[in-house]
């Protein structure tokens, strides 16, 4: 059984810093490519970034691309949204996701294309 689950969400004052985790575990290889999204109230999930298997190629929003960084933790699945500059547009609850079988370079933007999800961790960015 997949399991995905995220960490590290919390409320922040507008500009500061945040860095979310995400571990997948039980059933995948021991390097999927793995990827966030956001969803906030009322608007629909979003795609945030996303990291290759083989580390070479991350993808992310053209809007969060400078304030948001994504990274693997030692090899493995377990990796990081360093989150900068923190507005309050970017409140929403991250999701983390995991698609099994991926290409080595491949780095997803579509929600379709993963196949395990966490339950979320909330952002909450005040003014």
């Known amino acids: 059984q997949v399991r995905v689950v995220e960490s590290g969400g919390g409320l922040v004052r507008a500009g500061a810093s945040l860095t979310l985790s995400c571990s997948a575990s039980?059933?995948?290889?021991?390097?999927?490519?793995m990827g966030w999204f956001r969803q906030a109230p009322g608007k629909d999930r979003a795609f945030v970034a996303a990291i290759s298997r083989s580390e070479e190629n991350t993808q992310y929003a053209d809007s969060l691309e400078g304030r948001f960084t994504v990274s693997r933790v030692n090899g493995g699945n377990t990796i990081n949204l360093h989150l900068s500059d923190l507005r309050p547009d970017d409140t929403a609850m991250y999701y983390c996701?995991?698609?099994?079988?991926?290409?080595?370079?491949?780095?997803?933007?579509?929600?379709?294309?993963?196949?395990?999800w966490g339950q979320g961790t909330q952002v909450t960015v005040s003014s």
């Open positions: 996701a995991l698609a099994l079988l991926a290409p080595r370079h491949a780095a997803y933007v579509d929600a379709e294309d993963y196949n395990y």
């Open positions: 039980g059933g995948t290889s021991t390097l999927d490519l």
